[in-house]
């Protein structure tokens, strides 16, 4: 029951989006345009910032508020507001000058959706990725195996080796409980936040022929400090429900060292992770 509630669970909150800058696909060309600054705090509320522009080419800034129905869907007015506090000004509050009109969301992934603005058609929009953090990828990490869809295994300790060579993620590691050795390939898209990469994984058993299966990693990412976290969804028959497994983990440098009682590995330099100095 735990094991099914939890997948459940899950699935129901997929479509939940990230929170930072989305941008209307059809527009991004590098160039000053419009947008939306979604805030959501690991709940259902919802507070989106539209910046665009009026008929005359002035900026403009409206705001909607609201909660997200059946893990997807977002429906709210968009407001105009004046008067408030102006740069290097006084303080002064502002209030609601308008209603513009209804604004509709709907999230397909985390990262991707469509949005219907008062009196426009629906376009698609996605979270803005502005900073590629492919490189921290290509690292080995001291994974933890979180599986949630069988809790008769529930826990490995396992080193995964990562590579990326262009758009695609090669990943390898030792499964401890039965000494396979496996590699994974798959493609590799960013979604502003974390990576996806969907491909295939064998497996050299050793007690037989070697095992194939397909996977998706989904919120793949290491952070500023080397802590690594994804979700992985694999199947050995694409008819077949996903088993699912969290990834949480830290990048090392030396994972072939022995460690003692009461000692750590190594962690990642901050070149590793492709930045100039160790974050506070």
């Known amino acids: 029951m735990s094991a099914a509630t939890l997948t459940i669970s899950a699935s129901a909150f997929a479509a939940l989006p990230n929170p930072g800058l989305w941008a209307i696909d059809g527009e991004v060309n590098g160039k000053p345009g419009r947008g939306i600054q979604i805030d959501r705090q690991s709940g259902e509320t919802v507070i989106a910032s539209y910046y665009g522009y009026r008929e005359d080419g002035s900026a403009v800034f409206y705001q909607a508020v609201g909660k997200i129905t059946d893990g997807k869907t977002f429906n709210a007015d968009l407001i105009e507001y004046q008067g408030g506090t102006v740069i290097g000004g006084a303080v002064k509050d502002a209030t609601e000058a308008k209603t513009i009109g209804p604004m509709q969301a709907v999230f397909n992934t985390e990262s991707s959706g469509s949005v219907t603005l008062p009196g426009s058609e629906p376009k698609a929009v ?50 401890p409980t039965y000494g396979d050795r496996c590699y994974f390939k798959g493609n590799l898209t960013s979604d502003g936040v974390g990576f996806i990469s969907i491909g295939g994984e064998t497996c050299d058993t050793t007690t037989g022929a070697p095992l194939t299966r397909y996977d998706r990693i989904e919120n793949l990412k290491v952070d500023e400090l080397g802590i690594l976290t994804g979700t992985l969804s694999a199947s050995y028959n694409l008819d077949d429900p996903s088993k699912k497994t969290t990834l949480l983990g830290k990048c090392v440098e030396h994972w072939d060292v022995i460690v003692g009682p009461g000692q750590t590995m190594d962690t990642c330099s901050p070149s590793q992770l492709g930045l100039t100095a160790s974050p506070e």
């Open 126 to 175: 996605s979270r803005f990725v502005y900073e590629d953090h492919r490189k921290r990828l290509n690292n080995t990490f001291e994974v933890m195996w979180v599986n949630v869809s069988d809790w008769s295994h529930p826990i490995k300790q396992i080193a995964m080796s990562f590579r990326v060579q262009g758009n695609e993620l090669m990943a390898s590691y030792v499964d």
